[in-house]
Nanobody, 121 residues
């Protein structure tokens, strides 16, 4: 059974940093982070594929960094210079088809339960 378990969320002030982690039950070539604010659509934040293939939403470029430790089967999202508009539930996702990074939710097959990130002014 595939499991994705996120951690690292919390409350920080604007300008602060957080690192999210997603522990997976197996290695995936394609993984990503998405976020959702209640009442809004899910947004692809960052994605990673094979080797150095990464993709970022324009809203987080230069502030967020996605990385993956295949040996530990952990996906990370380093979030710096956080803004109140980054407040959302963050979800880890993993795909079993293809190895290219993607910010599209339909490219993924498995999802975690989410971890809340709250950024205050």
């Amino acid at each position: 059974q595939v499991q994705l378990l996120e951690s690292g969320g919390g409350s920080v002030q604007a300008g602060g940093s957080l690192r999210l982690s997603c522990a997976a039950s197996r290695i995936f070539l394609k993984m990503g982070w998405f976020r959702r604010v209640p009442g809004n659509r899910s947004e692809g934040v960052a994605a990673i594929g094979r080797d150095t293939d990464t993709a970022y939403a324009d809203s987080v470029k230069g502030r967020f960094t996605i990385s993956k430790d295949n040996a530990k089967k952990i996906l990370y999202l380093e979030m710096n210079s956080l803004k109140p508009e980054d407040t959302a539930m963050y979800y880890c996702a993993a795909g079993i088809v293809g190895a290219e990074s993607s910010l599209r939710a339909n490219a993924y097959d498995y999802w975690g339960q989410g971890t809340q990130v709250t950024v205050s002014d």
